[in-house]
């Protein structure tokens, strides 16, 4: 009798045994996955290595809008209207670019395009070579800085080429547009002297990667 008490302990303690063994093994899959879920929802922004590494190419379209000081704020015309605006505009200008990026982050392309600037009666091709930092500072948002520097082409004087640089600065969303305010030189030598046209124009930009 005495044995077979023995025996049914030993049984139920097998059983027991193979119960938790069993529950152990289910619960780590379950806590391997919750693990996942939590890197899988961090934020972009909060560091580039949260995004596996991902480059290609890109393209990238603006127009600008150069500015001029409006020498007349204030006054009143003969007709009686105010002049009102700080900044009235000066030209336009329009660039393309193709070239390759890492991440959305970092990028440099192949870029070119036309100036127009009234005021200094200059039309210009420049051709440069364009870098962006694009980090994100939102789920939605990204600030962009671009430098650009390569050569301006005078269009009408002559074999007239200089230098040519920019910089910019914006914001961008989700769909590649973005708003920026752009500072460039164009600077040709004549004779002995530089001749450098500067401005400052408002933008907007299309970037597809």
Avoid: C
């Avoid at 290609?56 to 003969?78: H, S």
């Avoid at 650009?148 to 640089?165: D, H």
């Amino acid at each position: 009798m005495k044995n077979k008490i023995l025996f049914l302990f030993f049984v139920l303690f097998q059983l027991s045994f193979s119960q938790t063994k069993k529950d152990t093994l289910i619960a780590v899959p379950k806590h391997l996955a919750a693990s996942n879920k939590s890197f899988s929802e961090k934020k972009f922004y909060e560091s580039p290595e949260s995004e596996s590494a991902d480059g290609g190419n890109y393209m990238q379209f603006d127009v600008t809008i150069p500015l001029r000081g409006n020498k007349t704020y204030g006054e009143i015309d003969a007709n009686g209207n105010r002049s009102d605006y700080w900044f009235l505009p000066d030209g336009i200008g329009a660039k393309f670019g193709y070239g390759i990026h890492y991440n959305k982050w970092f990028g440099i392309a192949a870029t070119s395009g036309i100036d127009w600037l009234g005021s200094d009666k200059l039309v210009a091709v420049p051709l440069y070579a364009n870098f962006r930092l694009s980090p994100k500072v939102g789920e939605e948002t990204r600030i962009t800085l671009q430098y650009g520097i390569g050569k301006s082409f005078a269009i009408g004087r002559g074999n007239l080429m200089g230098t040519y640089q920019k910089i910019s600065l914006g914001l961008e969303n989700t769909d590649g547009i973005s708003l920026f305010v752009e500072i460039n030189n164009h600077g040709y030598k004549l004779r002995n002297n530089i001749d450098e046209v500067y401005s400052i124009s408002i933008g907007i930009a299309l970037v597809s990667f």
